[in-house]
């Protein structure tokens, strides 16, 4: 009698780990593209605040692409306007301040729910999505009948490698 080897079943996690691969590949392409589709202007101030450590207030963008044909805030903020309604980057309210958007599709996930993580010490801020927030502020809207168009919580505190 000839033993064969006992065939080998894909396991759960692979099949699923190839599923969220190709739905994060998909999303690339479409930040990519999205990317892509952006002027000259546009690219220069989002590639700007990729590389940021931290968030640029229009002034600071304004400043640091003076070079690169920015004249004045009103196109700054023309291109910050822009970038915003494509989901790209987020206004830090309390600051003042723009952050490139870290996170895929979050601008379609939670559309009118912000929320954020500043360190007082060092400055770095955090995006962070939240259902169960966004469920909350829904019905303290719908109970109170009101249209929720945007909001942006900020969460100041000390980030984790400051507090070491």
Do not use: W
């Amino acid at each position: 009698m000839i033993r064969r080897p006992p065939r080998s079943t894909p396991k759960p996690s692979s099949a699923a780990s190839d599923v969220y691969k190709r739905q994060k590949d998909k999303e690339v392409k479409n930040k990519a593209k999205q990317t892509s589709e952006l002027n000259k202007k546009q690219s220069l101030v989002m590639n700007l605040l990729s590389e940021a450590k931290g968030p640029l207030s229009a002034y600071q963008i304004l400043h640091d692409l003076n070079d690169h044909g920015f004249r004045g805030p009103t196109q700054v903020y023309r291109v910050l306007d822009k970038l915003l309604e494509l989901g790209m980057v987020h206004r830090i309210e309390s600051m003042n301040s723009f952050v490139a958007c870290r996170q895929e599709k979050c601008h379609e996930k939670n559309k009118e729910i912000n929320l954020f993580t500043i360190c007082k010490i060092c400055g770095s801020v955090q995006e962070l999505l939240s259902n169960g927030l966004k469920n909350i502020v829904k019905s303290l809207s719908k109970d109170n009948n009101f249209l929720l168009k945007s909001s942006v919580l900020e969460l100041n505190g000390v980030c984790s490698k400051c507090k070491e």
